[in-house]
């Protein structure tokens, strides 16, 4: 069973940083690609960023590339995202996912989801 829990959100203003962190309870996914997706209000789920399990293949959204950076702990069952010049449009709520591969993470059906993060930035 595979249990992700993501905290660190809450309310920046633009240009501010936030860090968030999904760490899996159960310490079952360090095989795992793990990576972050957001929703905005009346928006569909959107891939954010992904990490394989040996933190070496990294891929990004482009409306992140440069602002965000994914990053796993060694003992591979806790990712973090640092996210840096936000954006009022990266207010959203965040899901830590995990999947077979970074390849799979980017795909149309992710086998593990957390319940999210709340995360807003004013203007």
């Known amino acids: 069973q595979v249990e992700l829990v993501e905290s660190g959100g809450g309310l920046v203003q633009a240009g501010g940083s936030l860090r968030l962190s999904c760490a899996d309870r159960?310490?079952?996914?360090?095989?795992?690609?793990m990576g972050w997706f957001r929703q905005a209000p009346g928006k569909e789920r959107e891939f954010v960023a992904t990490v394989s399990w040996s933190g070496d293949i990294i891929y990004y959204a482009d409306s992140v590339k440069g602002r965000f950076t994914i990053s796993r702990e060694k003992a591979k069952t806790t990712v973090y995202l640092q996210m840096s010049s936000l954006k009022p449009e990266d207010t959203a709520v965040y899901y830590c996912?995990?999947?077979?591969?970074?390849?799979?993470?980017?795909?149309?059906?992710?086998?593990?989801w957390g319940q999210g993060t709340q995360v807003t930035v004013s203007s």
């Open positions: 159960k310490r079952t996914v360090s095989t795992y690609a």
């Open positions: 996912a995990a999947d077979l591969s970074t390849t799979t993470m980017r795909g149309p059906s992710i086998r593990h």
